[in-house]
C-alpha cells in the first residue's frame, strides 16, 4: 500500500539547536514529496517540496529536506531552531491510484524551548 | 493576492441535519481537494475536483458529496451528520496536482 509514515509523535530541542522531523515513504514509481506546517487553529502552509532533481531542498523559513531513496525517507531539517518554528509538522506524498492524490502522515509536534 | 477562502469558518449542527462547506481556491489555480482533519490528527484525502468533476476519492461513504463550477470554486456537502464528522474542513487548491497545495483556514464543523 502506498503511504507516508512520520514516526515521531512529538519533536523537542532547545532553541539554536538543529533540528529533524522524520518522515518515511512507500509508493509505486518516483515520489512527490511535500512538507507542511500548521499551526493553531489554522490550514496547512507548503514548506516544501522533492519533484526530482538535488536530494537537497531548501523551503521556507529556513527549513530544508534530505531526499534519500535507498530509505526511502525525506527529511525535514533546520540548522537552528526558533522558538516561532513550534507547531505540527505534515508530510505528505503524492500517489498513484488510477489517478494523483496528496496523502498526508499523521503529523509530528514540534516543541523548540528557549 | 487572494489565497483559499473557505467559508463559514466554524458551524455547530445537529446530528441528521446536511451541511454545505463552500471554497474559493487561488487565482490561477484549477483543481480542488477537500480534506477532513480530526483532532489531532492528519488530514484524511476527501475526493479531488477538476474540470467540474470528481477525479479522485477517498474512503468517504456517499453521504460526502461536492461539486466544482465553472469558475473553480467548490463546494463539500455532508448528509445524514454523524457526531463523528465533526473536525476540521480543509480545502486545498492547487495548479495540478504535482504541485503543492495552497489550504485554506478551514472549516470547524461541530455535530451536536
Known amino acids: 500500500a502506498q503511504s507516508v509514515a512520520q514516526p515521531e509523535d512529538q519533536v523537542n530541542v532547545a532553541e539554536g539547536n538543529p533540528l529533524t522531523v522524520k518522515c518515511t515513504y512507500s509508493v509505486s514509481g518516483n515520489p512527490y514529496l511535500f512538507w507542511y506546517v500548521q499551526y493553531p487553529n489554522r490550514g496547512l502552509q507548503f514548506l516544501l517540496k522533492?519533484?526530482?532533481?538535488?536530494?537537497l531542498v531548501k523551503g521556507s523559513y529556513g527549513f530544508e529536506a534530505e531526499f534519500n531513496k535507498s530509505q526511502t525517507s525525506f527529511h525535514l531539517k533546520k540548522p537552528s531552531a526558533l522558538v516561532s518554528d513550534s507547531a505540527l509538522y505534515f508530510c505528505?506524498?503524492?500517489?498513484?491510484?488510477?489517478?494523483?492524490?496528496?496523502?498526508f502522515g499523521a503529523g509530528t509536534r514540534l516543541f523548540v524551548k528557549a | 493576492d487572494a489565497g483559499v477562502t473557505q467559508s463559514p469558518t466554524h458551524l455547530i449542527k445537529t446530528r441528521g441535519q446536511q451541511v454545505t462547506l463552500r471554497c474559493s481556491p487561488k487565482?490561477?489555480?484549477?483543481?480542488v481537494s477537500w480534506y477532513q482533519q480530526a483532532l489531532g490528527q492528519g488530514p484524511q484525502f476527501i475526493f479531488q475536483y477538476y474540470e467540474e468533476e470528481e477525479r479522485q476519492r477517498g474512503n468517504f461513504p456517499d453521504r460526502f458529496s461536492g461539486h466544482q463550477f465553472p469558475n473553480y470554486s467548490s463546494e463539500l456537502n455532508v448528509n445524514a451528520l454523524l457526531l463523528g464528522d465533526s473536525a476540521l474542513y480543509l480545502c486545498a487548491s492547487s495548479l495540478t496536482v504535482n504541485y503543492g497545495y495552497t489550504f485554506g483556514s478551514g472549516t470547524r464543523l461541530t455535530v451536536v
Open positions: 522533492y519533484i526530482t532533481g538535488d536530494n
Open positions: 487565482s490561477g489555480h484549477d483543481t
Open positions: 505528505a506524498v503524492r500517489v498513484d491510484t488510477g489517478g494523483f492524490k496528496t496523502i
